[in-house]
């Protein structure tokens, strides 16, 4: 006769130590990100650096009259700050059919700048940036052309320009994705406003071509794709 009573109470018992220790499950569950977040805070300041080539502007200048080579060199701090360098130096070459007019000049650019992580798991192998660049070149550039005849007295008058001076200052406002592809290759892309801040132009006027900045009368928008090796 005692033995469903001891059977009941082990059963009790046994219950009893399973509510408590899922009880005890929960609020370890419940206080895990706590220490999740605690471990985030604790990472290293420094996560790294990483180099970029941009492949935009090598397309531009293969298929078109201009184009830049372009690399930069992204410090990570925390996976949410990057501060960037960009380099590249800008080429042109274009002639006119209309006016027969030849354009050329080479020169280097610099950018320096910030991105700021979007994503709300910084830590993830998908990056969504917003940032942007102060920019700069100087650069000199010629303008030829065939010449013109004096309709009247058809004498043949030459013309162009050459070694004329520029300078250009300009900012570019910033958003891109890039992600992990392989080991530590990355592969991305950015989408850039610019917007000219100051500039002294030759006593010919405005130059066709900026180099880093793009054609003078052309789009405020450009855009580069970029193959990073990060360290």
């Known amino acids: 006769m005692m033995r469903p009573k001891l059977i009941s109470s082990f059963f009790s018992r046994v219950v009893f130590i399973s509510l408590l220790l899922m009880?005890?499950?929960?609020?370890?569950a419940q206080e895990r990100p706590k220490i999740l977040d605690v471990g985030k805070d604790t990472i290293p300041f420094l996560r790294g650096v990483s180099v970029s080539a941009d492949l935009v502007g090598l397309i531009q200048k293969a298929v078109g009259d201009?184009?830049?080579?372009e690399a930069s060199l992204r410090v990570n701090i925390k996976d949410k700050y990057f501060p960037v360098v960009e380099l590249g130096f800008g080429k042109?070459?274009?002639?006119?059919?209309?006016?027969?007019l030849t354009y050329k000049?080479?020169?280097p650019y610099g950018r320096i700048g910030l991105d700021f992580n979007m994503m709300k798991n910084k830590h993830d192998d998908y990056r969504?940036?917003?940032?942007f660049r102060y920019?700069?070149?100087?650069?000199?550039?010629?303008?030829?052309s065939m010449g013109i005849e004096d309709p009247v007295w058809r004498e043949h008058t030459d013309f162009g320009i050459e070694g004329a001076k520029c300078t250009y200052h300009w900012g570019e406002l910033v958003v891109g994705i890039d992600a992990k592809i392989l080991g530590p290759f990355r592969m991305g892309w950015t989408v850039r406003y610019r917007r000219r801040?100051?500039?002294s132009e030759s006593d010919f006027g405005n130059a066709w071509y900026v180099p880093g900045f793009g054609k003078g009368d052309g789009s405020k928008l450009g855009g580069t794709f970029n193959l990073t090796f990060e360290l």
């Open 23 to 28: 009880a005890s499950i929960q609020s370890s």
């Open 128 to 131: 969504i940036y917003a940032g």
């Open 197 to 199: 801040i100051a500039h």
């Open 66 to 69: 201009y184009g830049q080579y």
């Open 105 to 107: 000049t080479s020169a």
């Open 92 to 100: 042109a070459d274009a002639a006119d059919d209309a006016t027969r």
């Open 135 to 144: 920019a700069f070149t100087t650069f000199k550039y010629d303008v030829t």
